[in-house]
Nanobody, 121 residues
Framework: QVQVVESGGGLVQAGGSLRLSCAAS????????MGWFRQAPGKERENVAA????????YYTDSVKGRFTISRDNAKNIVYLQMNALKPEDTAVYYC??????????????WGQGTPVTVSS
């Protein structure tokens, strides 16, 4: 079993940057593909980025390509989402998820409580 806790969200102006972290517990962390997804008020959950268990493959939704970077440190059981050039439309609650599928689904086997990101214009 894997438990994940997201952190790093907050309020930032458009054009700014944030780095989200996802700390995972469990000795099998390195076996899971990891992903970030988000949900804005009144909108469906959206897959944002994913990284395979070995970091050999990554996925980004089109709207964040070139701005967001996902990475992981299996030794520390952490996944990061570096978000640059943020836009107001990036405002959402961001969740970290773990699963065996790739990209990680928006309803993964394990996910956390989320961290809110607000981008002001």
């Amino acid at each position: 079993q894997v438990q994940v806790v997201e952190s790093g969200g907050g309020l930032v102006q458009a054009g700014g940057s944030l780095r989200l972290s996802c700390a995972a517990s469990g000795r099998t962390f390195s076996s899971f593909n990891m992903g970030w997804f988000r949900q804005a008020p009144g909108k469906e959950r959206e897959n944002v980025a994913a990284i395979s268990w070995s970091s050999s493959s990554t996925y980004y939704t089109d709207s964040v390509k070139g701005r967001f970077t996902i990475s992981r440190d299996n030794a520390k059981n952490i996944v990061y989402l570096q978000m640059n050039a943020l836009k107001p439309e990036d405002t959402a609650v961001y969740y970290c998820g773990a699963d065996f599928t790739f990209p990680v689904a928006t309803t993964p086997r394990y996910w956390g409580q989320g961290t809110p990101v607000t981008v002001s214009s």
